[in-house]
């Protein structure tokens, strides 16, 4: 993730955190004890940058030409150096919402709830913020709560609110990211998003209002024994069997069927051709067959090292969550598409079906 972290033009890494610097040593560290507004911790962080829309044109051979209906997301320069810096494209009813409008947005909340970390990502496309609210336990585990919010300015991305527990011992803050979110929303980009503020600072009240029950849930968690039937139908759920693609039902339907030695007499050039897709679309389906099975091997394991680590809560459906946050958080190398797909893509989604599986055992 650390080069996903936007560096601005002297030099600075946008991203501050409370008390610990995140894994990649980059930005600003203040005191735990330092009382910081949302929208101080964002200028602290690099993160008040401007964006600006910019209507696009089409211009023709002929030199005519004529507006279009899409607009240009564009980062203003910060120095008298800097260059205007394109984040992304969107229809002209995409409405930009400041960083440090959301900022505002959350500041009598962040009265409650202390700033935790402050950050760009991508060039500035993604802006984040997370609160820590109060923590409880499970089973003995201190488990904090963070709401996160994220802003986009690459046109494709909604403004996300969502709460998440994590596990403090394992610093998941950013890196868990949407990925366990117990209550989430997203506010389009549209002409209402400012009317639509009221609804997502309303949505946070109630947050606070549902974090007793959220913590029995994952009590409830930590009491459920699970056999090992139950971790296998879990980890298959969280880790589901591939789909067959469309290529591969084509080609398989078309060399099963009898006209294929039709097909060879008539051509055999394109008999060729299709037997080498479906030999291509087998193995290439085969090796995720082989990645999936690997993942639950590897989720499996880390279930089993928890069991042992943590005998308070060894067997049960909690310890099987945490072995598959745990496994999608460190494997492979941390980096740019690693830290999108634990915050927002697959690897979110893989967390997200797991909680679900686990839960469906209570």
């Known amino acids: ?17 409370r008390r610990e610097p995140g894994w990649h040593q980059l930005g600003t560290v203040f005191d735990g004890d330092l009382v910081l507004t949302p929208e101080q911790a964002t200028i602290m962080a690099h993160a008040d940058y401007y964006v600006r829309k910019i209507p696009m044109t089409l211009t023709f051979p002929d030199g005519t030409s004529q507006p279009t209906s899409q607009v240009a997301l564009v980062k203003e320069p910060e120095t008298n150096t800097e260059a205007w810096k394109v984040l992304g494209y969107a229809s002209t009813e995409f409405e930009v919402v400041q960083n440090m409008e959301v900022a505002a947005m959350l500041g009598e909340l962040g009265k409650q709830w202390p700033v935790e970390t402050v950050g760009a990502l991508h060039d500035g496309a993604s ?74 600072i309303d949505l946070i009240a109630s947050v606070r209002r549902q974090q007793a029950q959220m913590l029995e849930q994952f009590n409830a968690l930590a009491l459920a024994r699970v056999t090992d039937e139950q971790v296998k139908e879990i980890l298959a759920q969280t880790y589901p069997e591939p789909r067959t693609t469309r290529r591969q039902l084509v080609s398989s339907f078309v060399v099963n069927d009898k006209s294929m030695i039709g097909l060879v007499n008539d051509n055999k050039p394109l008999a060729a051709r299709v037997m080498a897709d479906f030999a291509k679309s087998g193995t290439e389906y085969e090796a995720k067959v082989a990645r999936t099975q690997k993942l639950r091997e590897m989720a499996n394991e880390r279930t089993q090292l928890v069991n042992v680590t943590a005998p308070k809560i060894a067997g049960t459906a909690w310890a099987v969550y945490q072995g598959v946050t745990e496994t999608e958080n460190y494997r492979g190398d941390l980096n740019k598409r690693t830290a999108t797909s634990i915050m927002f893509g697959e690897r979110a989604q893989t967390m997200a079906r797991a909680y679900k599986a686990c839960v469906a055992v209570l």
């Open 1 to 17: 993730m650390a080069d996903a972290i936007a560096i601005n033009e002297l030099g600075q890494a946008r991203f501050v955190a």
């Open 127 to 200: 802006y984040f913020v997370t609160l820590k609210s109060e923590s409880g336990s499970v089973a003995g585990e201190e488990i904090a709560q963070y709401l996160l919010v994220s802003n986009n300015h690459d046109g494709k991305k909604a403004l996300h609110v969502a709460l998440t527990p994590v596990r403090v011992v394992c610093q998941n803050t950013l890196q868990t990211g949407l990925a366990s979110a117990v209550l989430s929303a997203a506010l389009p980009h549209r002409s209402d998003i400012r009317a639509q503020a009221q609804f997502s």
